[in-house]
């Protein structure tokens, strides 16, 4: 792949899965959305570091408390609650006790549903308690790392399950990511969690990693593969996961 189509499917990720004003043909291809994920874990980065500047800038007025919550306003309206929905969205379909089918007829209901408010709550809720516990000067470390890792974990599930519909925007997502893609991707994510120490690291990728694996399982089971929702709900849990193992205290 040339530099130039490099670079088209870099600002294609980033006006894909942000709102961020960037002018670009992307999307006009089948294949454009598939390869953007190859650079979900760069988008990480870029929201982690506005919402790790939010957070760096704000604490020079406001309280620790309101400066997490600038933060994650900021990563919010930097994706525009993309994978906030596609949380919400997925806990309504898997909250049922239908088959396949009613979980992804659920899923696609723009409405949202109790199930799905509950869940938003208690998963933005979970987010904020776990920022305001970790240090105050490892929080825009955390956050950069944070999103990166959760979009990799993500990246992996699209990776290894196949697409549950036949129609939607992530139909075209056909094709797998390739190894070198997916080294790629695993490197970009890993690079700020260097910056922790391992009694921080370890735990956090370990949570991560647990609920990927259980949500990938979920899925599996369930509805035979992914959706862009269930990818949306790994991104969401498997961050608010890390934040979590960052606080786990074994000593």
Excluded at 21 to 32: A, K, M
Excluded at 183 to 205: D, G, K, T
Excluded at 226 to 238: F, I, M, N, S, W
Aim: hydrophobic letters at 55%; charged letters at 15%.
């Amino acid at each position: 792949m040339s530099t130039r189509s490099e670079l088209e499917t870099f600002l294609g990720a980033i006006r894909f899965f942000t709102r961020l004003p960037i002018l670009s043909t992307f999307g006009q291809n089948e294949d454009d959305l598939a390869r953007a994920m190859r650079y979900f874990s760069a988008i990480g980065l870029i929201v982690g570091a506005f919402a790790g500047l939010a957070f760096a800038v704000t604490t020079f007025f406001w309280p620790k408390t309101l400066a997490v919550l600038a933060a994650m306003v900021t990563a919010i309206l930097l994706t525009g609650a993309l994978h906030e929905d596609g949380w919400s969205d997925t806990v309504d379909g898997f909250g049922s006790i239908g088959e396949r089918e009613k979980i992804l007829d659920i899923m696609r209901d723009s409405r949202i549903g109790s199930f799905g408010t509950l869940g938003l709550i208690v998963l933005l809720l979970a987010r904020f308690l776990a920022l305001v516990e970790i240090d105050m000067l490892l929080v825009p470390v955390a956050l950069i790392a944070g999103h990166a890792v959760s979009r990799l974990c993500a990246t992996f599930v699209f990776h290894s399950l196949d697409y549950a519909r036949t129609d939607g925007k992530a139909a075209p997502f056909t094709d797998k990511l390739g190894k070198n893609d997916l080294i790629f991707a695993s490197v970009l994510a890993i690079l700020p969690v260097l910056l922790l120490s391992p009694l921080q690291s370890i735990p956090a990728l370990l949570f991560a990693a647990g609920a990927t694996f259980w949500l990938y399982r979920l899925f599996k089971q369930r509805i035979g593969g992914y959706t862009g929702d269930c990818l949306g709900a790994v991104q969401q849990l498997a961050e608010v996961a890390f934040y979590s193992g960052l606080l786990c205290k074994f000593f």
